[in-house]
């Protein structure tokens, strides 16, 4: 049995916060607002996992509210969603992705990005896709105002 979920998320670009992507710091003047490291790559991909599993979804499996998720690597949680979805019985199949972006480039460090997506999700490189555009100055991401990100993935079940 194949199951799909796709997954959204989006964060405000600010000063004083570092960028991460897909596990990938890059160096720009600004950084992801969230109460984790606001990873949106990441928590797109977690939240495309959850809802093809019928788990629930990354804000309800790791509030905000919780001080224990203060900060916290956004590549820890897509270990846990993954090691969920194998306790449930699922196999990660493939995961693509796309995201929105003015600037920074993401291109250079997309190679990077599939690498740490697929060994958090215990799958490999080949099974991961990630693809960026702009918006062509449209919207909060023409803008330069924040990063989108969604996400698709297949899964099946292994029981």
Not at 96 to 107: R, W
Not at 120 to 134: H, L, R
Request: aromatic share 6%.
């Amino acid at each position: 049995m194949f199951r799909i979920g796709h997954g959204f998320d989006a964060h405000r670009l600010v000063e004083g916060r570092r960028l991460v992507i897909g596990g990938v710091e890059l160096d720009f003047p600004l950084g992801l607002l969230g109460h984790s490291d606001a990873d949106a790559l990441v928590h797109a991909v977690c939240d495309a996992l959850l809802g093809a599993s019928a788990l629930g979804d990354i804000g309800k499996l790791f509030p905000d509210s919780d001080a224990k998720y203060k900060g916290i690597s956004s590549i820890a949680l897509l270990e846990e969603v993954s090691g969920r979805l194998r306790k449930a019985g699922f196999s990660i199949m493939n995961v693509d992705t796309t995201i929105a972006a003015e600037a920074p480039k993401m291109a250079p460090h997309s190679d990077k990005m599939r690498e740490n997506l697929a060994k958090a999700m215990g799958i490999e490189p080949g099974q991961v896709s990630i693809k960026a555009t702009t918006t062509e100055k449209l919207g909060f991401t023409g803008r330069g105002e924040g990063i989108a990100a969604w996400a698709v993935a297949l899964i099946t079940s292994t029981k």
